[in-house]
C-alpha cells in the first residue's frame, strides 16, 4: 500500500515543490538509502551532503534547504522537518492498520472492578489489578502489570514488560533487620505517556507517584515511590530515580544518569548520561558529572590524584596565607 504526495500534504501541511500531487510513495526512508519510491527527511544541515545523492522521491526540508533540495527532485517544505518526519511517520501506520485493536487480549486478567476504557487495548497477558483504570485510546503492550487503583490517563503506550504499581522499596530497620512499610499509595499517570519495555515505575508509600502528561520514558528505567516526574520530561534508558525526588517540566534525562532520592529538579534541566545527581538544582540548564573514561594505568592514576585534591587545596590555601602574610 503507498500514499500519494498530496494525501501527505494534504493531512500534515506544508509547501510540495518540485514534484506532483500524484507521486506515490511507498516506503519512508533515510535519506542515504532511499529508493525512487521513497520518502525521506534532511532534519540536521550537517547531512547535506547526503541530499544530492539521495535517490528519494520526495525529502523533507527547512525553508534553508528549499533550493538544494529542489536542485534534485521533489520536496516538502516545512519549519521543523524532524516533527514533520514523526507525524508521517503516524499518518503511515495509521494507513497501514499498525495500531492495535481496542479490546481485551483473551489471555489478559482484567479485574472485575478494574475500569478499562472501551476503546483502550489491553495485550496479551497483561494484568490490570483492582480499582486500576485505563484511559481512552491507551494501549497496553505484552505482560503489562498494573497494579490496584493506578490510573493510566488517555493515549498513553505501554510498552512489554512494564509493572506499573510495584510496591515501593521501603523498610525500617529494627535490631538488625528490616520491618516492611506497607506502600499505600498508588501511580497516576497523565495523557500522552509513553513508557518504554522493562521500566518499572514504583507506587508510593503514602502519597501517589505521579508522572505528568506527556513525559516519555525509554527501556529499563526505575522509578522510585514518591517521585514526581513534571510534564513532557524524557528519559533515556537505564536511568534511575530514587524516592521522593521531584523532576520539573521539560526535562531531559539522558541514559544510565541516576537522581538520588529527596531532591527537587527546576523545569528545562538536562542531565548528560551517566551523570550521577546528588544534589537539588534550581537554574535551568545542562548538567554533566562523567568522569572521563581512559587507559586503565592513566585512569588509575587521575583517580589516585583526585583523591588527594582536598589535602592539595588545603596546602595551597596555606601557602597563600604564608605568602600574605609575607
Known sequence: MSLRLGQIVDALG??????????????????????????????????????AASQAACVIVAPALRDAALARGACIVTPDPYAYFARVTQLWARAHGMGPEPGVHPSAVVHPEARVHASASIGPLCVVERGAVIGAHTV?????????????????????????????????????????????????????????????????ALQDTVIEDGVKLDNLIQIAHNVRIGRHTAMAGCSAVAGSTTIGAHCTIAGAASIVGHLQLADNVHISTNTVVTHSISKPGQYTGVFPMDDNARWEKNAATLRQLHRLRDRVKALEQTLKDG
Do not use: M
Request: charged share 15%; aromatic share 4%; net charge negative.
Open 14 to 51: 506544508g509547501e510540495l515543490a518540485g514534484g506532483g500531487a500524484d507521486v506515490q510513495i511507498h516506503r519512508i526512508a533515510p535519506l542515504q538509502a532511499a529508493a525512487s519510491g521513497d520518502l525521506s527527511f534532511l532534519s540536521n544541515p550537517r547531512y547535506q551532503s547526503q541530499l
Open 140 to 204: 497496553l503492550a505484552s505482560r503489562v502489570s498494573v497494579g490496584a487503583r493506578c490510573v493510566l490517563g488517555a493515549r498513553c503506550i505501554v510498552h512489554p514488560g512494564v509493572v506499573i504499581g510495584a510496591d515501593g522499596f521501603g523498610f525500617a530497620p529494627e535490631g538488625g533487620a528490616w520491618v516492611k512499610i506497607e506502600q499505600l499509595g498508588a501511580v497516576r499517570i497523565g495523557d500522552d505517556v509513553e513508557i518504554g519495555a522493562n521500566t518499572c515505575i514504583d507506587r508510593g
